[in-house]
């Protein structure tokens, strides 16, 4: 019997980190419940979640996939914001929003949105983004905030990816709509300009036909 995705994706971390191979945790679920993956390829979740994966597919536990990395401590991302430069791509890569901003002004983290997948560090061109673990490798106060993963943690997150996707695909669908309508009028414009090209030959060529006959009378 089939595991319903639903189920799957409610065990997952949420981090939307890809570290497992797939775009998300939802793409990872429905891996997991066609039996195209493993398991055992998200190490946010850790043993933890592999253990309840494991109980709710009928499958053996086994520890997380080398090839995924890790299981570590979770992680908040944090912004030397004296550095930033307001590019603007780690919020482009950031999967909830997590990180707000402006083109050519500082960026910052919502330290409770971030979910530490880590997408933005390689974004980063001025290399500006540290994700820590502990006090001491911030320099920051209360830095980062406890980060366990618990439904409630998991259920904003998925909220939140699942927001920004469908803001993603309206933006998509308009670019379309645009994209085919500019398509629609170079298209009649075209057919325009053809129209009036061939009166213009039809006109040219009865003007040549009735100055020869006239010459002809």
Known sequence: MTTPVDDIDALL??????????????PYAEAIAAGETDINRCPPGGDATVA???ELTGQVTKPIDPECGDASLPKVAFIREDECIGCTRCIQV???????????????VIEFDCTGCELCVPACPVDCIDMPESQADSGQPVWPPARDVDAERAARSRRLFEARQQR??????????ASRHEATVDAREDAQATSDAKRSTIADAIARAKARRAGRE
Do not use: E, S, V, W
């Not at 950031?94 to 910052?108: L, R, S, V």
């Not at 993603?168 to 709509?177: A, E, S, V």
């Open 168 to 177: 993603l695909n309206r933006r998509t669908t308009r670019h379309r709509r």
């Open 94 to 108: 950031c999967p909830t929003d997590a990180i707000i901003g402006a083109a050519k002004q500082m960026h910052t």
């Open 13 to 26: 971390p949420q981090t939307q980190c890809r570290r497992c191979g797939y775009d998300g945790c939802r």
């Open 52 to 54: 309840r994966l494991a």
